[in-house]
């Protein structure tokens, strides 16, 4: 019998229903687990599930009965894979699971930035519009979507579907080679072409040494003046200060960003400081993955590449 130790059940909505594997086992689910909980919690597990908690070579060391960690996101950064291979430990993630969720939240936040629907929004709490003596005001700007250029980085399957989205809507869709390549892929421009061409760039490449950072100061200055940033990807792919200053200064036209460095931002962050008086920054608390679809989706595939290992090792 297998025992299953689920490390942070709380990173999906209360109330969901995990659905369990078809097979003897015992099921063990903690809403949130701490650094320090992580041996007691797994020492005698054969499976981990987890989202977000770490799991290094130190720990990994420490439990020789563990055989499957299965995370329930794409997601792997947070362990340690090449320990696990050495441990003999599988590691399994799911992929696709939020291919229509994240790229309708993308779409959402291009319309949002477009039409200044946060300020709009904002002047809902004070008196603005009943204070005005005309019918309408023009304190933000509108700007079409149709005719606008998107330029995407990244083209896996999000990269690809918020282009199919966009090309729906009017947008003319360009894809970013990599920085600094030497030689550029069919269906791709240069990377600082499509900075300087882009009236919104959308991140969706994986979070690796080459790319974070990868929207630096530098990269900002390249962009076209008043254009638009959205990270749906990983918060370090951009430069948190640098990204501020952008919107200050005004080359930045807005900004709409999913994820963040460190998630929960710490108190004072300077993101989530400048979005308290920045009409033009739209903050999403890495909610873009998660509709009701896709958390069912993702946790029956979770389920069956428990249910698969099992199989594989009986």
Known sequence: MLTIVHLDSDTFPRGTEVPKPRIEHQWIAYPFTDPEDRLERLKDADVAVSNKVVIDREL???????????????????????????????????????????????????????????????????????????????????????????????????????????????????????????????????????????????????????????????ALSKMKKGAFLINTGRGPLVDEHALVEALKCGQLGGAALDVMIKEPPEKGNVIMQAAKTLPNLLITPHIAWASDSAIDTLLNKVRDNIETFAKEQA
């Open 60 to 218: 990994m060391a420490q439990l020789p009965k563990l055989k499957l960690i299965a995370i329930t996101a794409t997601g792997m950064n947070n362990v340690d894979l090449d320990a696990a291979k050495e441990f003999g430990i599988c590691v399994k993630n799911v992929a696709g699971y939020s291919s229509t969720c994240v790229p309708e939240h993308v779409l959402g936040m291009i319309f949002a930035l477009k039409h200044s629907l946060m300020g709009w929004y904002r002047d809902q709490l004070t008196d603005r519009w009943v204070e005005n003596k005309q019918f309408c005001y023009f304190d933000y700007p509108i700007t079409d979507i149709r005719g606008s250029t998107l330029g995407i980085i990244g083209k896996g399957n999000l990269g690809s579907e918020v282009a199919r989205l966009a090309t729906a809507v009017g947008m003319n869709v360009i894809f970013a080679e990599r920085p600094n390549a030497k030689t550029c892929r069919e269906g791709y421009l240069p990377f600082d072409e499509v900075l300087s061409q882009a009236d919104f760039i959308s991140l969706h490449c994986p979070l690796t040494e080459e790319t974070q950072n990868i929207i630096n100061a530098e």
